[in-house]
């Protein structure tokens, strides 16, 4: 049986609630949220894909956004801490390793990759600057260490981000019902050895073609390769584009994944 607390066992929910990737898309996560809170009902369970952060608009305002709609939902009667779920995505795991850059055996290299996946806009949005960080890269870990320090308390000047980034999820999955991933899967591999297969393995999660394990359906926020959603068969993609001039999309499931309903902004 898997025994890992980075993932978040959903219980038995009345129906679930998925957010695809955001992108720092904070006006368009607000719409949705604007557009299920309505129907929202004890029981259910409200999950987030991941890339909250990183690439286009605001992030640190993305995570505003979450976060007041955390507070808000949790204020109705019946909801509890554990209804609300947010995995971790290729953002947030580039983000963490950018926070230890000074760590890096090849700091430069590892800086120039992380801001082509999209980290400047959030190095931006908590007060850093990123020609300072390719100095600093340049001129050794002592200077990163000060820059990655600053990073660190700009984080810190918002409230609640940087516990945020501490409780993200791996993954999170009904029994014997619906699995939810942020980009990838790799179907020969069981869940508790996935590793970073749940943000880098694309192309594993679009082998899937019968139920993985004990799970009817898998579902991800995230497609690296910008397909289209896709929602027939035994895996699910929801994102539609958002933060590469596309709609944010949510989906409405049973526990099973069967989809109920779709919101768009």
């Known amino acids: 049986m898997l025994d890992d607390s980075s993932f978040a066992r959903l219980g038995r929910p009345r129906r679930l609630w998925a957010v695809a990737a955001i992108h720092g898309q904070h006006e368009r996560l607000a719409a949705i949220h ?59 795991e580039t983000w963490s390793k950018l926070l230890q850059l000074q760590f890096a055996p ?34 050794g870990a002592v ?8 990073l660190r308390d700009g984080i810190r000047a918002r409230p609640g981000h940087e516990k945020f ?34 943000w880098w393995d694309a192309s594993g999660f679009e082998r899937i073609q019968s139920p ?4 009817g359906r898998v579902v991800r926020g995230f497609d690296p390769h910008k397909a289209g959603p896709k ?6 993609t929801l994102d539609a584009g958002c933060g590469f001039d596309g709609p944010l999309r949510a989906a409405q499931l049973s526990p099973e994944g069967a989809l109920l309903q779709l919101v768009e902004a």
């Open 34 to 92: 604007s557009a299920i809170e309505q129907d929202l009902l004890p029981g259910d369970r409200v999950i987030y894909l991941g890339n909250y952060i990183g690439r286009d608009g605001d992030p640190a305002a993305t995570l505003d956004e979450l976060l007041a709609f955390r507070i808000d939902t949790l204020a109705r009667p019946g909801w509890d801490t554990d209804d609300l779920v947010y995995l971790r995505g290729q953002q947030e």
């Open 106 to 139: 090849n700091p430069r290299e590892v800086l120039a990759w992380m801001l082509r996946q999209g980290a400047g806009r959030t190095i931006e949005a908590y007060g850093g600057v990123v020609t300072q960080g390719e100095s600093a890269a340049r001129e």
């Open 143 to 150: 200077a990163l260490n000060r820059w990655t320090s600053r």
């Open 165 to 198: 980034f501490t409780v993200l999820q791996r993954a999170a999955f009904v029994e014997a019902g619906a699995l939810f991933v942020h980009a990838g899967l790799d179907p020969t591999r069981p869940l508790a050895a996935q590793g970073d297969a749940f």
């Open 212 to 215: 993985y394990e004990n799970f």
């Open 231 to 236: 929602h027939d068969g035994y895996a699910i």
